[in-house]
């Protein structure tokens, strides 16, 4: 257990839906950044969130937002979703003089 | 963002070590590298990061060439669950304690033989 709890696990939608994917960061630390990880792909950096605000943007769609709450744990939110948004998505959080922290990732099939 | 260039693919034997490269030649004097790897359907892990001098951990050691250009990721003994995805990344640093960006790129995939 790496201390960053994403849930859920696993998520099959069908096309045009929304969904929401959640995380909780390890005790202490305040940056959350999510990343997707599409078949055969690398890792894409999607947004950071710092202390409740965001922070870095990567290749977000329009179609995605996510947030933090004052309890610093982060939602992913995947509106209209698409065949191509079929992917492993990570959450990851981390400290100072440290490295990152991810977690499990949620495992998107879309339909 | 500065890039860093890695192989493909490695081999290695079991039990021997690996010596994993990576080339960083834009690399800026606040830049630190890191390594982390991915097993499959996995997470990735962090491995370890340094700055100048070179790092050891419980996990592998990073030698970083004095002009720090390049990098080397040592495991010292490689086992079958050593195989994975390294990625060596330099840390983009932004103002607020732990707040950095890190951008992936295809990594070195390691395959251990036994």
């Known amino acids: 257990d790496s201390g960053v709890t994403q849930t859920p696990k696993h998520l099959i939608t069908a096309t045009g839906q929304r969904v929401t994917l959640r995380c909780s960061p390890r005790s202490g630390d305040l940056s959350v950044y999510w990343y997707q990880q599409s078949l055969d792909q690398g890792l894409q950096f999607l947004i950071q969130y710092y202390n409740g605000e965001e922070r870095a943007k990567g290749n977000i769609l329009e179609r995605f937002s996510a947030q933090q709450f004052p309890d610093l744990h982060s939602e992913l939110n995947l509106s209209s979703l698409e065949l191509g948004d079929s992917a492993l998505y990570f959450c990851?959080?981390?400290?100072?003089?440290?490295?990152?922290?991810f977690g499990s990732g949620t495992r998107l099939t879309v339909v | 963002d500065a890039k860093t260039t890695q192989p493909n693919s490695m081999e290695s034997n079991e039990e021997e070590p690996v010596h994993l490269p990576c080339n960083h030649s834009?690399?800026?004097?606040?830049?630190?590298i890191h390594w982390y790897r991915q097993l499959p359907s996995q997470g990735p892990e962090y491995v370890i990061h340094g700055l100048t001098s070179n790092v050891n951990n419980r996990m592998a050691s990073l030698a970083i060439a004095e002009d720090r250009k390049s990098s080397t990721l040592i495991l010292h003994r490689a086992t079958l669950r050593d195989a994975a995805v390294y990625y060596c990344?330099?840390?983009?640093?932004?103002?607020?304690?732990?707040?950095?960006?890190?951008?992936f790129g295809k990594g070195t995939k390691l395959s251990v033989i036994p």
């Open positions: 990851a959080s981390s400290r100072a003089n440290y490295g990152y922290t």
């Open positions: 834009t690399i800026s004097g606040t830049d630190y």
């Open positions: 990344i330099l840390r983009v640093t932004y103002s607020g304690a732990g707040s950095y960006q890190l951008t």
